[in-house]
Nanobody
Framework: QVQLVESGGGLVQPGGSLRLSCAASGSIFSIYIMGWYRQAPGKQRELVAHITSGGTTNYADSVKGRFTISRDKHKNTVYLQMNSLKPEDTAVYYC?????????WGQGTQVTVSS
């Protein structure tokens, strides 16, 4: 069974950058649309970016122009480059396919944007 492991989160000041990584235990990126989701305290989980097997990307309006999703098929890893971070980007970030697979949720990685 494929497992997804997120990493790269941390504490960053407003305007800063982070790069998140999502490593898969198997080759799923060539099959599925992969997405980065986030869940802030008291809010529902939301999809912020996704990338198709063909490399087409799409972003939520709230992160468009600041976040970039990419993938390395050889490393079975999906990335989320986050620039110009804002306090409202604070959340636990997860990767999963689109639509989501219940068995694929990992622990996520915490991103905190604060001065």
């Amino acid at each position: 069974q494929v497992q997804l492991v997120e990493s790269g989160g941390g504490l960053v000041q407003p305007g800063g950058s982070l790069r998140l990584s999502c490593a898969a235990s198997g080759s799923i990126f060539s099959i599925y649309i992969m997405g980065w989701y986030r869940q802030a305290p008291g809010k529902q989980r939301e999809l912020v970016a996704h990338i198709t097997s063909g490399g087409t990307t799409n972003y939520a309006d709230s992160v468009k122009g600041r976040f970039t999703i990419s993938r390395d098929k050889h490393k079975n890893t999906v990335y989320l480059q986050m620039n110009s971070l804002k306090p409202e980007d604070t959340a636990v970030y997860y990767c999963n396919k689109v639509p989501t697979g219940a068995s694929l949720w990992g622990q996520g990685t915490q991103v905190t944007v604060s001065s």
